[in-house]
């Protein structure tokens, strides 16, 4: 049980073009979901915290204009690059915690690796 | 702020010798902290947490609040351990943080 998807799971798009990730709880529903990026060989970085019928709360430094993030449903959390640069390149990985168990169970999603041209 | 360090990238070790993976944190309030482990093309995944107080493959981590520790240890590595592994804090927000991780080998 517990499975997080990922969907794409690799993306290439031009410059000035919008992506979108989604992020799935397969088994559970999750309140709240997160959103990490991570540089190659470098932890993740906590970008934003999703939680379900209400706004995103950003990390300092995170433009919530740029990473749009939308958490419709108990499972499903979705994390929009607009505009995107080549520096939006990254690794985006997405995380859901489990209502029934409460605050400290994270189950993590395969990643995103995006690269903009 | 709170913050996790993890001061060795790399660590190898020969197969059937005891492994320490350190990991240091700085938190004002009551923390939780996780190991959480990433074998090679697999996602990240929860390894154990202070809280439990449990062993999962043979690796325990004790929360040291004096020394704001919270070392992974292993008495015998194998060499399925090799991945990399990272500590996490969590504040009492739910927020987590991460360490920078600690890739392990265990050699043959």
């Known amino acids: 049980g517990a499975v997080v998807s990922q969907h794409p799971s690799w993306v290439i798009c031009k410059s000035g073009t919008s992506v979108k990730i989604e992020c799935r709880s397969l088994?559970?529903?999750?309140?709240?979901m997160f959103w990490y990026r991570q540089f190659p060989k470098q932890s993740l970085m906590l970008m934003a915290t999703?939680?379900?019928?209400?706004?995103?709360?950003?990390e300092q430094g995170v433009e919530k204009d740029k990473f749009l993030i939308n958490h419709a449903s108990l499972t499903l959390s979705t994390l929009t690059v607009t505009s995107a640069h080549p520096e939006d390149s990254s690794f985006y990985i997405c995380?859901?915690?489990?209502?029934?168990?409460?605050?400290?169970?994270?189950?993590f999603g395969p990643g995103t690796r995006l690269l903009v041209l | 702020a709170q913050r996790v360090t993890q001061p060795e990238k790399l660590l190898s070790v020969f197969k059937g010798a005891p492994v320490e993976l350190k990991c240091n944190y700085s938190?004002?309030?009551?923390?939780?902290l996780f190991w959480y482990v990433q074998y090679s093309r697999q996602r990240l995944q929860l390894l154990l947490r202070?809280?439990s107080r449990e062993s999962i493959k043979g690796f325990t981590a004790d929360l040291n609040k004096g020394e704001t520790s919270f070392h992974l240890k292993k008495p015998f590595a194998q060499e399925e351990d090799s991945a990399m592994y990272y500590c996490?804090?969590?504040?009492?927000?739910?927020?987590?943080?991460f360490g920078d991780g600690t890739t392990l080998t265990v050699k043959p």
């Open positions: 995380s859901a915690r489990d209502k029934r168990t409460g605050r400290d169970t994270q189950y």
């Open positions: 088994d559970f529903q999750a309140t709240t």
């Open positions: 999703s939680n379900e019928g209400s706004k995103a709360t950003y």
């Open positions: 938190y004002s309030g009551s923390p939780e």
């Open positions: 202070h809280i």
């Open positions: 996490a804090l969590n504040t009492n927000a739910g927020k987590s943080t």
